[in-house]
């Protein structure tokens, strides 16, 4: 009889819909190039099914999962554990399946703070965030964990970018503020980081969010976590004026990597990952 194995490792994903996401391209790029035997399925999952999905998924010995929308909250009913980060920030988009026990874990801050940290050391640094839906709350959460010495949270609904600046100062050591979204925001003078976590320019090459242009300094580092286009019109405009640039592709890929590393324990190379995305989304560096 043959020794080879015919099971692979089965992850994957839940959300609804589902069929524009890449990630099933980029993580069994990954796989591939690494030698494991495993797959990453990309399931379309209705809010009325998560918890036969999840189940499923235990009977199947997964090795764990990502939520996105709509369920990154509501799953967390259906598990055991929770990270630390994942319990402040109060969603999930990745589970690990351990001995049939189930661990909540959050990566869209910590594979944002993972690209960040190629450009620069966010430690003690002061941050203008825009955004508050829930990109904003995790890449905030992360950032006050890291060590970032302030955050000012700019949105046009005051009082939600107040839900997450009081996060921030309640439950890291960080100092954070909200501020309203009135016409162009401008940068402050002190501002060493500034975010675009909106969803403005998400398939729109062209869009960009409300922001005083002159404003963006030659020091600045600016970063969007839109994926596609990962040019933004908003990352070409901060290159021009000099500002070093971040885009969304490496939030993307880093996400990956830790959630590989959480159901696998093992690495994938993020540089083959990054290139299927490239490839995926017509970008180059």
């Known amino acids: ?43 379309d999952v209705k809010p009325e099914a998560l918890g036969d999905a999840v189940s499923g998924a235990v009977a199947m010995e997964w090795a764990g999962f990502n939520c996105s929308l709509p369920h990154k909250v509501a799953v967390i009913d259906h598990l055991d554990e929770l990270a630390e980060s994942a319990k ?14 189930l661990i909540g874990d959050n990566t869209d801050g910590k594979g944002f703070l993972a690209s960040l940290k190629e450009v620069t050391d966010p430690s003690g640094k002061r941050v203008l965030l825009l955004g508050a839906g829930g990109a904003a709350r995790a890449i905030a959460v992360e950032l006050g964990l890291a ?12 009082e939600k970018a107040e839900t997450i600046a009081a996060l921030v100062r309640d439950r890291t050591a960080c100092d954070a503020a909200a501020q ?39 020091e600045l580092v600016v970063a969007d976590v839109i994926p596609n286009p990962p040019k933004t019109k ?18 993307l890929v880093n996400q990956g990597v830790i959630g590989v590393e959480l159901w696998l324990g093992q690495t994938l190379d993020a540089d ?14």
């Open 234 to 251: 908003l990352l070409r405009l901060a290159k021009e004026r000099g500002c070093t640039t971040l885009d969304g592709l490496g939030m």
């Open 88 to 101: 402040i920030i109060g969603a999930v988009n990745c589970v690990s399946i351990r001995d049939g026990k």
């Open 1 to 43: 009889m043959s020794s080879q194995s015919f099971l692979s490792i089965l992850t994957g994903s839940f959300s609804t819909p589902c069929a524009d996401n890449p990630t099933v391209a980029m993580i069994e790029a990954g796989y591939r190039a690494a030698g494991i035997d495993a797959r990453y399925i990309n399931c």
């Open 147 to 158: 060590g970032v010495a302030h955050i000012t949270v700019v949105n046009r609904d005051p």
């Open 272 to 285: 083959v990952m990054q290139k299927t995305l490239q490839e995926i989304f017509g970008a180059s560096e």
């Open 180 to 218: 309203g979204w009135e016409g162009d925001v401008r940068v402050p003078d002190d501002t060493d980081i500034v975010i675009n976590a909106t969803s403005v320019g998400l398939g729109g090459a062209e869009a960009m969010p409300p922001l005083a242009q002159e404003t963006l300094r030659k």
